[in-house]
């Protein structure tokens, strides 16, 4: 008896791991379709080289605001603010952001006029898994400033059909 | 026994351990004690909160902004818009919301908001009923659920509804699916704990329609509803169903005096 | 084809004042990467460029990419120089263009 119980529950227990993981897949699925085109550390590095060109990278100046635990990866609330007086002599031109796991590897380009004020922003990503994003400031005297965080992405338990 | 089962998913772990406390549990779970009830509201990120306290930042309400507009166009062969005959939604549809599922005598049952506004489509203004999910429908069912924010739900259990009240309780606690689990083992017994990371809420359906994370648009409580269900692993319900009206209308019942909070944001 | 915007500028602020704008418009933004239910990929439908401009000069400029999630939602910052009106200009796939304002007195 305890023998057919403990093969029950194996074959409950594969159903359900698989039953999880299809959910996972489904719902992933629904924001990333092709697994063969995804951004990868490389294809982000060579995104933020566009911009930056050969000046070194500097972290520092720049700070992301963004949750560490997302509830849903379709719209994650992110804030990126730069330490600028802003004055004519001494500000911040642009602000690029950058992804290391979606399809492909910007998320938004931000530019500031004289007038701004703050050098801050506030806007809502998606993000296709757990990743790494990668804010980039560039400012008037010609560096490159940049901070850098990790996001965890959960999907929500109960999965949609596509219907 | 119990202690030798390992999955390599943390996830499958977490659903398996559920199943298998629900497999111990009798068929008729316990209600939630009136007072320790609580919205989804409180079981959100704090961002996410956020996102639906700002009537400038919840996408809610741009849908609210199409339902105004509805509600001001003439439509149909009678040629007549709603505000034609009930004026300023501010006013004429305070609270209304609260009270929906309502009892129609025509229907001799209790419908939904959605089908009142269809009722109200056909046979006042002589138009085609609108869709399911369809913007419009969504637009106009979200301002007239704004027109009740604040106010606590209010659904009639008198002599007429209860047996549909009773029907959709019989749903919310019934084991489905091949998961073989009701509504009731997680949302009345297991709120507040985690499934795959996420809490899981109490399931009140006091924020509808919603601006779900998940769908990047408005949605019905129908919709949320049939989501449950694919999620179970049960064959959801048709659109339109007596028993998702029957169940919206238990659910209503079983959040009565929660504050409505449409259009609500949900992850 | 005009989208809902939800447009937040402060109807009064002080000369030199740093008022803060936030913006959202109703769009798909739909990502290209999506495979629809007769699995063909959905084209791709988004809004890629963002102006805002104070009495005509721009103050702000922003280039989305899909990976911004739908029904953009924007917020930043301006120095309150001079009344007068602030415009949003939105544009993207297929042709897609929006525009806004809102009139701000300045003391």
């Known amino acids: 008896m305890t023998d057919d119980r403990a093969k029950d529950r194996a074959t409950r227990r594969d159903f359900l791991a698989n039953t999880a993981r299809l959910a996972g897949g489904i719902a992933l699925a629904s924001v990333v379709a092709t697994q063969t085109s995804r951004a990868t550390p490389a294809t982000m590095a060579a995104a933020i080289k566009k911009v930056v060109g050969e000046a070194p990278l500097r972290k520092g100046k720049v700070a992301i605001d963004?949750?560490?635990?997302?509830?849903?990866?379709?719209?994650?609330?992110?804030?990126?603010?730069?330490?600028?007086?802003?004055?004519?002599?001494?500000?911040?031109?642009?602000?690029?952001?950058?992804?290391?796991?979606?399809?492909?590897?910007?998320?938004?380009?931000?530019?500031?006029?004289?007038?701004?004020?703050?050098a801050a922003f506030s806007t809502r990503i998606k993000l296709a898994d757990s990743q790494k994003i990668i804010a980039v400031a560039q400012l008037s005297d010609g560096s490159f400033w940049s901070d850098e965080a990790d996001v965890i992405v959960t999907i929500a338990a109960c999965v949609e059909d596509l219907q | 026994m119990l202690r030798t089962l390992f999955f390599t998913s943390w996830r499958g772990n977490a659903i398996f351990a559920i199943a298998m406390l629900a497999a111990t549990?009798?068929?008729?779970?316990?209600?939630?004690?009136?007072?320790?009830?609580?919205?989804?509201?409180?079981?959100?990120?704090?961002?996410t909160r956020a996102m639906q306290d700002d009537d400038s930042a919840n996408p809610g309400m741009l849908g609210v902004l199409d339902g105004e507009a509805l509600w001001n166009r003439r439509d149909g062969a009678a040629g007549?818009?709603?505000?034609?005959?009930?004026?300023?939604?501010?006013?004429?549809?305070?609270?209304?919301?609260?009270?929906?599922?309502?009892?129609?005598?025509?229907?001799?049952?209790?419908?939904?908001?959605?089908?009142?506004?269809?009722?109200?489509?056909?046979?006042?203004?002589?138009?085609?009923?609108?869709?399911?999910?369809?913007?419009?429908?969504?637009?106009?069912?979200?301002?007239?659920?704004?027109?009740?924010?604040?106010?606590?739900?209010?659904?009639?259990?008198?002599?007429?509804?209860?047996?549909?009240?009773?029907?959709?309780?019989?749903?919310?606690?019934?084991?489905?699916?091949?998961?073989?689990?009701?509504?009731?083992q997680c949302h009345d017994d297991n709120w507040g704990q985690k499934l795959a990371g996420a809490p899981v809420p109490q399931g009140h359906p006091n924020g509808y329609p919603v601006y779900r994370l998940e769908w990047q648009s408005l949605g019905s409580l129908q919709r949320r509803l049939r989501n449950c269900m694919s999620g179970m692993r049960a064959e959801p319900y048709a659109y339109g169903a007596i028993e998702n009206v029957d169940l919206e209308l238990y659910l209503m019942w079983r959040a009565r005096g929660l504050k409505m909070e449409a259009p609500a944001v949900r992850p | 084809m005009t989208a809902r915007a939800l447009i937040n500028v402060p109807a009064k602020a002080r000369r030199g004042e740093i008022i803060e704008i936030k913006t959202l418009i109703a769009h798909p933004m739909e990502t290209g990467f999506r495979v629809g239910l007769n699995g063909a990929l959905i084209p791709r439908d988004i809004i890629t460029t963002f102006r805002c401009t104070y009495n005509g000069e721009e103050i702000f400029r922003a280039e989305f990419s899909p990976a911004i999630a739908a029904n953009p939602f924007l917020t930043f910052f301006t120095v309150a120089t001079a009344t007068g009106t602030i415009a949003f200009q939105w544009e993207g796939d297929d042709g897609f263009s929006a525009a806004e304002s809102a009139p701000i007195t300045v003391e």
């Open chain 2, 25 to 47: 549990l009798p068929v008729f779970a316990t209600e939630i004690p009136l007072a320790d009830r609580r919205s989804d509201y409180e079981f959100m990120g704090a961002q």
């Open chain 2, 80 to 184: 007549k818009s709603c505000a034609d005959c009930h004026n300023d939604a501010r006013s004429s549809m305070k609270g209304v919301a609260a009270r929906y599922p309502a009892y129609s005598p025509a229907q001799g049952r209790p419908i939904d908001l959605e089908a009142r506004i269809n009722q109200c489509r056909t046979d006042e203004q002589k138009a085609t009923p609108m869709k399911f999910e369809s913007k419009e429908l969504l637009g106009l069912t979200a301002y007239l659920a704004l027109q009740s924010r604040g106010m606590p739900i209010d659904v009639a259990a008198d002599a007429r509804t209860q047996p549909f009240i009773a029907a959709g309780r019989e749903i919310f606690n019934r084991r489905q699916g091949q998961i073989n689990m009701s509504c009731a």
């Open chain 1, 66 to 118: 963004v949750p560490p635990l997302v509830e849903n990866g379709n719209t994650v609330p992110l804030t990126v603010s730069v330490d600028s007086p802003m004055t004519a002599a001494n500000h911040v031109k642009a602000i690029h952001v950058f992804n290391e796991k979606n399809p492909q590897p910007n998320v938004i380009g931000v530019h500031f006029g004289p007038r701004a004020g703050k």
